[in-house]
């Protein structure tokens, strides 16, 4: 079996966030792994070690991410994880990309793999980037590859050519099948992703990455980055400082006050 696992180097969710030009500034010295595609991750780690020995010893599972170099961050602890390769998608022509021609650029890395080796059975997401939060890009891959998808799996299970997921919505819990090839992305609640061992910690300091070009993948430069986007952020502006604190101390009127807040910030 063959596994894809699309991560993303995001800035640190505790760090200050600011934006260069309209798109987010991903300072090397704070950027790490998408928390969320730690879960993806275990899921494919756990899909294969599900399997008999003599038919893991022949699946791998890929980290595949589209970043500059930075990106390597993300890829580093895919393999503290235990992932058996990893791959960049970097280019130019891929800066400012939108969710679509990231999907297009997954895609074709996907495709790639495939064309260098055994087929490509599932891949697997996150259930979203902590810096975008958009939850499409499962959603979007699985269109460009032309293969059934699966979202926000809390439980997954492969067996027999069928991947069979278990989610929770609002109103039920459900149960979905679809045959492999296919796209899964997992939600936060599906695992606990596993803390890497000190001995691939240390290998993964010195683990090759693999880098791939837009002409490496076949993309039209003209369908991907900036060129091709179909949103544009315009403006970006700091988040404003929050007021000062107003208290009152309630001598039997504080009800009104309370009124009088409300209706005076509109929040009534």
Excluded: H
Aim: with cysteine; proline share 6%; charged share 25%.
């Amino acid at each position: 079996m063959r596994i894809v696992v699309a991560v993303k180097y995001v800035p640190d969710i505790n760090a200050d966030r600011r934006f260069v030009d309209c798109r987010v500034d991903r300072d090397p010295g704070v950027g790490t792994l998408n928390e969320l595609d730690e879960n993806a991750l275990e899921a494919a780690l756990r899909i294969l070690d599900a399997l008999p020995e003599d038919e893991r010893a022949a699946s791998e599972v890929v980290a595949l991410t589209v970043a500059p170099a930075d990106g390597d961050v993300a890829l580093r602890k895919s393999f503290q994880m235990g992932v058996d390769r990893a791959v960049r998608v970097t280019d130019d022509a891929l800066a400012g990309s939108d969710y679509f021609g990231t999907a297009a650029a997954l895609a074709a890395g996907v495709r790639r793999l495939e064309a260098d080796g055994a087929p490509v059975d599932l891949v697997i997401t996150g259930m979203a980037a902590l810096d975008g939060l958009g939850s499409v890009v499962p959603a979007l891959v699985a269109a460009e590859l032309g293969r059934p998808v699966l979202t926000l799996a809390k439980k997954v299970d492969v067996a027999d050519g069928t991947l069979t997921v278990t989610r929770e919505t609002d109103e039920a819990t459900e149960t979905l099948a679809a045959p492999l090839p296919a796209v899964l992305s997992v939600a936060d609640t599906a695992n606990t992703p596993r803390m890497p061992s000190f001995k691939l910690i240390m290998a993964a300091r010195t683990k090759q990455i693999e880098a791939w070009s837009a002409a490496d993948l076949g993309l039209d430069p003209a369908a991907v980055g900036t060129a091709g986007a179909r949103t544009e952020a315009v403006s970006a502006a700091p988040r404003p400082a929050r007021p000062e604190v107003e208290l009152v101390v309630d001598k039997g009127e504080g009800g009104t006050a309370l009124a009088e807040y409300l209706i005076r910030n509109e929040l009534v």
